[in-house]
């Protein structure tokens, strides 16, 4: 069973678009998280939230947007794509707020053209 | 200054040699410290996680903290083909934001 699942794995969109990548975890976790990996493999926190309230927004442009349903839920919407959105987003959960046992998705590759 | 430096790597080592993997801190608040392992085109997955200063084994792997001088190192004993991968260390003050290292790229040569 797939702890931290997220879609799509791969996803190749062109300058301008709005695309959202979905995430949803079985664990019973209070906490999610969406991380960015850039080219050269750093891996920093975008947004985290607990129990569905934004808790994190870390220095994201505006076109990113967060979306929290449920617990088990956290989508990330991407308005007006760039070149520079191009990167390895990771989704991830923890059991509680001060969770510092984080389990990650397998990640989505995005690639603006 | 960033707040977690990790040497990038890569690293090679032939099979059965000791791996020596580290980073240093800037933040004397970081109280937990973990180590991912990061598979290519998979995510990060926790290998080790210590808490405070002191030493953890796990089977192969040894973490080892020295709060002091703001040094944390994984061991990889016996190295296997199936070690290759990106470790990241990563902690935290014990909220939910984790510093990462850039990761270090190991290549076990069989």
């Known amino acids: 069973d797939t702890a931290v699942s997220q879609t799509p794995k791969y996803l190749v969109t062109q300058m301008g678009n709005d695309k959202s990548i979905k995430c949803e975890q079985n664990?019973?976790?209070?906490?999610m998280y969406w991380y960015k990996q850039d080219s050269k493999k750093f891996l920093k926190i975008m947004f985290s939230?607990?129990?569905?309230?934004?808790?994190i927004n870390e220095t994201v442009p505006n076109r990113f947007s967060p979306k929290s349903p449920d617990k088990a839920h956290l989508n990330l919407h991407i308005n007006s794509l760039e070149l520079g959105d191009s990167a390895v987003y990771f989704c991830a959960s923890s059991r509680a707020l001060s969770g510092n046992t984080i389990y990650f998705g397998e990640g989505s590759w995005l690639t603006v053209v | 200054q960033k707040e977690v430096e990790q040497d990038p790597g890569p690293l090679s080592v032939p099979e059965g040699a000791i791996v020596s993997l580290n980073c240093t801190y800037s933040?004397?608040?970081?109280?937990?410290f973990m180590w991912y392992r990061q598979y290519s085109r998979k995510g990060p997955e926790l290998l080790m996680y210590?808490?405070?200063?002191g030493n953890k084994e796990d089977g192969r792997f040894t973490a080892q903290v020295d709060k002091s001088s703001k040094y944390i190192s994984l061991f990889i004993r016996d190295s296997q083909p199936s070690d290759s991968a990106t470790y990241l260390c990563?902690?935290?003050?014990?909220?939910?934001?984790?510093?990462f290292g850039k990761g270090n790229q190991v290549v076990v040569i069989p």
């Open positions: 939230y607990n129990n569905k309230e934004l808790i």
């Open positions: 933040n004397s608040a970081f109280q937990y």
């Open positions: 664990l019973g976790h209070d906490t």
């Open positions: 210590t808490y405070s200063s």
């Open positions: 990563a902690m935290s003050v014990g909220n939910n934001r984790l510093a």
